[in-house]
């Protein structure tokens, strides 16, 4: 079961009308290598679009990006990315909010959150780019910083599809080109697979 998924139960869900199961978002991730969402539907990763988050509303669900510091492709050499996505993905993080879905780009991270009831968004990103800085580090031996100041938040509206989202977060690795199909890259997850289902 992917991070987050054990822990679906501990949350009220803000939008009780959005059920989804794993064959639907099997089949909506297999229909197409490119989201049909337009990319002005998300704005710009760059650092200059990066800023602290927006009032926080808990049971809202959040896309999340943060970035690299000066978009270092950091995560390019696997062992560091294998590192920074169990990092990021630790049980110990995630017992307030739910992470939905998540890619670890080379120079940056997309994760779609369901924000708890204790959590703000400042207060999650703040967990997870201290924990997986102190963890990259001492593998790589770098001591200076990880990420970026700041990230970029965009609040999920009652009317946008959430496996849509979620699709676009997972396709990103498809869409910069670094593979052909997703089930080449190993540093996503979603919620609504079954672990290691993804690993093709």
């Known amino acids: 079961m992917p ?13 009780p009308t959005r059920t989804f199961d794993r064959a639907s978002f099997r089949t909506t991730l297999a229909a197409t290598m490119l989201s049909d969402m337009p990319a002005s539907a998300f704005p710009s990763t760059g650092s200059a679009c990066l800023r602290a988050g927006r009032r926080s509303e808990a049971g809202r669900i959040y896309l999340i990006t943060f970035a690299t ?5 950091t995560f390019s050499e696997w062992e560091l990315a294998r590192i920074a996505s169990r990092s990021l993905c630790d049980p110990l993080l995630w017992h307030q909010s739910l992470l939905m879905c998540w890619v670890l780009m080379p120079d940056h991270w997309h994760g779609l959150i369901e924000l708890g ?3 703000s968004l400042s207060m999650v990103v703040r967990r997870l780019k201290g924990t997986c800085a102190r963890a990259v580090n001492v593998a790589s031996g770098n001591r200076g910083a990880l ?9 999920i509206r009652y009317d946008e599809e959430l496996v849509g989202i979620a699709r ?4 990103n690795p ?14 996503w997850d979603a919620m609504w697979l079954d672990q290691g289902e993804h690993r093709g």
């Open 3 to 15: 991070v987050g998924a054990a822990s679906a139960a501990k949350h009220s869900r803000a939008f």
């Open 69 to 73: 510091e000066s978009r270092r492709r």
């Open 117 to 119: 009831p204790r959590d």
């Open 147 to 155: 990420w970026a100041n700041g990230f970029h938040d965009h609040a």
């Open 168 to 171: 676009y977060v997972v396709l």
């Open 174 to 187: 498809v869409r910069a080109g670094l593979v052909a199909r997703i089930g080449q890259y190993p540093f």
